[in-house]
Structures are given as structure tokens and as C-alpha cells.
């Protein structure tokens, strides 16, 4: 059982930067892929990045890559989204997940375990 509790969420103002934290609980963690996936009112979940349980390999939406970054600190059983030149159509609650294999992230757009999500907010 895999646990995941996120933090960081915020109001910021556009061009402002912010990390979440995603801290996850449950022996098997370590051998999970972790990812964040975000949803904005009325539209549907989207994938946002993941890693595999290393950390080496990084997966991103293509949209965001350059301005988002998934890293994962294995000691503290903890993942952080840093986002950068953020901009209001970032505007969404973001949901960490965790899935044995990274595909199920990526592709299937799917997790078999998710948080219970932080608010970013991004004014302009």
C-alpha cells in the first residue's frame, strides 16, 4: 500500500515560480514510478511528469517540459514538481501518483495510487 500526501500548492502571480512536494508512505515505494498529473475546472486530467523509482529517466507533457521539473529524493520518500514562468492556464488542482510502471503514467494516463491534491492558483 502506497500512501502520498501533497504540499506546496498556492496563489502566485503569473511568471512566479512554485514546488509541490509529495511525500509518500508504504514499504513499496521505492520501487514505484511517481508522477503528477493536474486537473483545472471543467476540463479533463491531464499528465503532467513522472520518474521511474531511480529518479534517472524523466517524462514530461510536452507542452511543459523546460518549464516544469519531476525529481525525486529516495532518503525522504518524497517527490517535487518545481514550476517555473508559470502562467494562469497552470491553474488546476495537482495530484501526485504512484504506479509500478511509468507506462501506466504516460501513457494510459492512469495510476493505481494518487493524492488527495493541492490547489496552484496563478493570477495574472
Known amino acids: 500500500q502506497v500512501q502520498l500526501v501533497e504540499s506546496g500548492g498556492g496563489l502566485v502571480q503569473a511568471g512566479g515560480s512554485l514546488r509541490l512536494s509529495c511525500a509518500a508512505s508504504?514499504?513499496?515505494?521505492?520501487?514505484?514510478?511517481m508522477g503528477w498529473f493536474r486537473q483545472a475546472p471543467g476540463k479533463e486530467r491531464e499528465f503532467v511528469a513522472a520518474?521511474?523509482?531511480?529518479?534517472?529517466?524523466?517524462y514530461y507533457a510536452g507542452s511543459l517540459k523546460g518549464r516544469f521539473t519531476i525529481s525525486r529524493d529516495s532518503a525522504k520518500n518524497t517527490v517535487y514538481l518545481q514550476m517555473n514562468t508559470l502562467e494562469p492556464e497552470d491553474t488546476a488542482v495537482y495530484y501526485c501518483?504512484?504506479?509500478?510502471?511509468?507506462?501506466?503514467?504516460?501513457?494510459?494516463?492512469?495510476?493505481?495510487?494518487w493524492g488527495q491534491g493541492t490547489q496552484v492558483t496563478v493570477s495574472s
Open positions: 508504504g514499504r513499496t515505494f521505492r520501487s514505484y514510478a
Open positions: 501518483a504512484a504506479s509500478p510502471k511509468i507506462w501506466t503514467m504516460t501513457d494510459g494516463l492512469e495510476a493505481d495510487y
Open positions: 520518474t521511474i523509482w531511480s529518479g534517472a529517466n524523466t
